[in-house]
């Protein structure tokens, strides 16, 4: 059993940044893959970003070149930095890990854990 609890959303303006953070709990965790979904008002949960356990990453094209996955193995903690921040962006955020490798858990079906969520508004 994987326990995620995330923290860092809140309100910013447009052009700001925001890093979230995802700690992991579990006699697994550090080994596996990890990630964030979100999901904005009225729409799908959809992928964001996500980390093998040697930290090669994936991105959606929508925040490529915005924001930054990174891993922590030795706290269990992935974060989320995210710069430049548009009203877009607006969602609920959810942490994520599954068994599989970080590729195939860019499918929300694989996903075997979920955070809380942790809400990130963005204001022109």
């Known amino acids: 059993q994987v326990q995620l609890v995330e923290s860092g959303g809140g309100s910013v303006q447009s052009g700001a940044s925001l890093r979230l953070s995802c700690a992991a709990s579990g006699p697994t965790a550090s080994s596996l893959a990890m990630g964030w979904f979100r999901q904005a008002p009225g729409k799908d949960r959809e992928f964001v970003a996500t980390?093998?356990?040697?930290?090669?990453?994936y991105y959606a094209d929508s925040v490529k070149g915005r924001f930054t996955i990174s891993r922590d193995n030795a706290k269990n903690t992935v974060y989320l930095q995210m710069n430049s921040l548009n009203p877009e962006d607006t969602a609920v955020y959810y942490c994520?890990?599954?068994?599989?490798?970080?590729?195939?858990?860019?499918?929300?079906?694989?996903?075997?854990?979920w955070g809380q969520g942790t809400l990130v508004t963005v204001s022109e």
């Open positions: 994520a890990t599954g068994a599989r490798g970080a590729s195939v858990l860019r499918r929300a079906p694989q996903i075997e854990y």
């Open positions: 980390v093998n356990w040697n930290s090669i990453t």
